[in-house]
């Protein structure tokens, strides 16, 4: 086997799983789901049908991933966070076929108990604080916190806070890449 399950963890047929990824206790992996290279799935996730997840995506203990999400390289769940798929759930109304689709672009991170209302993209390089309620779409390196989430500021790829100077330049203290602020968003020099 290319990647690792433990053995208590429950692998569907007809999942497509590359080489190096760990999936831990408890976890179930449903029939139709692609999860790349060198990701690690924590204790009792659950990733249901049809999800991707891109190279070297990290998610956090008790997450479910359900349909309709699509999840870039280098994306990192938090511990308990929380997808929708439906916009309108109703126990006694199957909505099977209407799902909403949600993606995390690259390098985005979701931190411990946010939700993710369906259907709102989440920008690359974005940062949502922990118990984020995201009710509309959030920006490349957009900095969002709060219920419902706001921005309030930038992120940097390598998670330092941007500080922009007169001329709308940062620099990232860990990098030294250049970012620009331009028209409302942000960008890698």
Known sequence: MKYFAHETAVVDDGCDIKAGTKIWH?????????????????????????????????VQNNVSIYTGVICEDDVFLGPSMVFTNV???RSAVNRRGQYSETVVKKGASIGANATVVCGNPIG???????????????????????????????????????????????????????YILENGNVRKK
């Open 87 to 89: 916009i309108n759930p």
């Open 124 to 178: 690359e390089f974005s940062f949502i604080g922990a118990g984020a309620v995201i009710t509309k779409e959030v920006k490349p390196y957009a900095l969002v916190v709060g219920n419902p989430a706001k921005q309030i500021g930038w992120m940097s790829e390598y998670g330092h806070r941007l500080q922009f100077n007169e001329d709308n330049i940062a620099i990232c203290p860990e990098s030294n890449d250049e």
């Open 26 to 58: 408890f976890s179930q992996i449903m029939p139709g789901c692609k999860i790349g290279e060198n990701c690690n799935i924590g204790q009792n996730v659950v990733v249901s049908p049809d999800v991707v997840l891109g190279n070297n995506v990290k």
